[in-house]
């Protein structure tokens, strides 16, 4: 018997199913596989109710595909069902998958071995091939209590991505971490000041301004000096890290390989 034998497995497709070899392997393992259109997901969210794997297509940009996820990783009832994206091979799309919360993708030229044990991994069967550990949204309740008894933690990030703006705040509001946003550079000292924050999240590239230019003067100001600053980006060079590290950042996370509740535990001991 596979892994996947009596599993609820959904394709979610722009158009028409595009992947139906993965869908008739699966079938033939014992899977209960169905393939909707995008559209039809966001007409009626009940279909989510016994599903164990979505598989979503993100090879096209195809806005509600990703609504479609930013949705899922807001949901608490939704949070445990593991999520595959099948993407471009470049590293953009890579990255925007993984940040919405997939589990692991499936290059759109990857054999079909690789993506039978990607499918199988999400079950519990180990993988070599895997890219990222399942993004999870959820809190240990009796933790989450323990650690806000310590100390408040309040989070103001510069964030230019509103997708990721998004899920920030999902993860944020279910780990009852207050939060502020600045969608862009104009000012920040000034909302940063009035906000007062228990840590500070930088992202490197926002529009034309460069987060490490924010960092520096963070540090400038008597009264903001001793808050704790993430730079939180897919930039990723020596360089920059070593920039950050001199301007003093406490952390430098990338966007794509950070978990986010392992994000949210790094903003709760800087708060501390």
């Given at each position: 018997?596979s ?8 394709f ?28 039809s997901?966001m ?15 993100l ?5 509600v595909c990703?609504?479609?996820l930013?949705?899922?990783?807001k ?9 595959l994206?099948?993407v471009?091979?470049t590293?953009?799309?890579?990255n925007e998958a993984?940040?919405?919360?997939a589990?692991?993708y ?11 044990q ?9 993988d ?7 993004v999870?949204?959820t ?13 408040e933690?309040?989070?103001?990030v510069?964030?230019d991505?509103?997708?990721l703006?998004?899920l ?10 207050l939060?502020?946003?600045?969608a ?6 000034d ?24 960092l ?16 939180f ?21 990338v ?6 509740s ?5 903003l709760r001991?800087l708060s501390?």
């Open positions: 018997m892994v996947v034998t009596g599993k609820n497995i959904l979610i497709e722009c158009n028409t199913a595009l992947h139906e070899t993965l869908m008739k392997q699966l079938q033939d393992m014992g899977a209960h596989v169905a393939q909707v259109n995008c559209d997901v007409a009626n969210p009940s279909l989510f109710d016994t599903l164990d794997l979505i598989i979503i297509n090879e096209k940009s195809c806005h990703r609504e479609i930013v949705n899922l990783q949901s608490t009832k939704n949070q445990s069902i593991p999520i994206a099948f471009d091979k590293e953009q799309k890579i993984l940040i919405l919360g589990a692991d499936i290059l759109s030229n990857e054999d079909m071995t690789t993506s039978l990607k499918v199988k991994a999400t079950f519990g069967l180990p070599t091939h895997a890219g990222v550990t399942m999870d949204l809190e240990n309740k009796a933790q989450t209590d323990r650690e806000e008894t310590c100390a933690t309040k989070v103001f510069v964030e991505d509103p997708l703006r998004s920030l705040a999902a993860k944020f509001e279910v780990s009852s971490v939060f502020d946003f600045s862009d550079g104009l000012n920040v000292i909302k940063i000041r009035a906000y007062n924050p228990t840590v500070i999240v930088l992202d490197i590239m926002i529009g034309g301004i460069n987060g490490l230019d924010i520096e003067d963070i540090k400038k100001e008597a009264d903001l000096a001793k808050v704790p600053v993430v730079i980006s897919n930039q990723d060079s020596y360089e920059e890290r070593l920039r950050a590290e001199k301007a003093g950042a406490n952390s430098f996370l966007k794509a390989t950070t978990d986010l392992a994000f949210v535990k790094v001991e501390r």
